[in-house]
């Protein structure tokens, strides 16, 4: 199936309705976050089941076809897709094989070429903790540089910190998710202080959210020093999020010291 395939199989199921539905959750009104947005109205079950028939067969050159489409919907199978390219080239016998370290590197850099049509919450964080977070904690090809290459992945990861755009932004932050399931929090702490005072409730939500899991996977002392050093600059909503593990009564002294 080709890439113009996909998309007129997916146009083929819109649904009005839902679409309507989807157009309100995702604020695509004039000024929202998700201005523009254009939805068929399908949920996220329905394209994760298309991705699962075709993304072994679409060449990975073809993948763009779909995320440069109009439709979010379409969007979101491309992403999906380069997160099954790349997970199939993760496996724990595949991490340390060189072709797969390569393979790995395109998806990944098509990603990023693509990044800015990851232009909604769900785009980014169905996509960025698989690919590039994926990516942080896998060894990639480089000969003059250390086993996982933490320089260069700093300086990618930083690029996108330090964009103006918020959905690169965002990718910055969430994809810290997959650090932190391995056991490393360094990434999530230096990115949730990069982004302290970002002007954006979604940026807080994010950056609250990271911390929790960061928090509950990894070290809750650690949550602590954090918030002991950043709770009194906080956003409510970074703070309300971060907390949101702990028992009423920590919560309610964090919420004091804010």
């Known amino acids: 199936m080709l890439a113009n395939d996909i998309i007129a199989y997916m146009e083929s199921l819109h649904n009005d309705e839902q679409r309507r539905i989807l157009m309100g959750f995702f604020k695509t009104g004039p000024g929202e976050y998700g ?4 939805f068929l109205g ?3 079950p329905q394209t994760r089941e298309i991705v699962k028939s075709v ?3 679409l060449p990975l050159n073809d993948v763009p076809e779909l995320l440069m489409n109009r439709w979010h ?4 199978c491309g992403l999906l897709i380069l997160v099954a390219k790349f997970e199939k080239l993760a496996t724990k016998r595949l991490a340390c094989d060189v072709v797969a370290m390569q393979r790995r590197d395109e998806v990944l850099r098509m990603y990023l070429q693509y990044a800015e049509q990851a232009n909604n919450w769900d785009l980014v964080d169905l996509s960025a903790p698989k690919i590039l977070g994926g990516w942080l904690v896998l060894p990639t090809p480089s000969p003059h540089l250390s086993s996982l290459n933490l320089d260069y992945k700093r300086q990618v990861v930083d690029a996108l910190a330090q964009s103006n755009h918020l959905w690169k932004q ?3 932050m969430v994809c810290t998710w997959k650090t932190t399931q391995q056991g490393d929090p360094s990434w999530c702490l230096r990115y949730a202080e990069i982004h302290l005072h970002h002007p954006h409730d979604l940026m807080h939500k994010a950056v609250g959210w990271m911390l929790r899991e960061m928090g509950k996977r990894v070290s809750m002392d650690l949550l602590r020093d954090f918030l002991r050093q950043h709770a009194n600059e906080m956003p409510r909503t970074m703070l309300r999020y971060a907390i949101e593990q702990m028992s009423e ?3 309610e002294e964090w919420r004091v010291k804010s």
Do not use: H, T
């Not at 201005?35 to 254009?38: A, F, H, L, P, R």
């Not at 919907?73 to 979101?76: G, P």
């Open 170 to 172: 965002r990718m910055s």
């Open 42 to 44: 399908l949920k996220v």
């Open 35 to 38: 201005e523009g947005d254009e």
């Open 55 to 57: 993304w072994k067969d």
């Open 73 to 76: 919907e379409v969007r979101l």
């Open 249 to 251: 009564q920590e919560r």
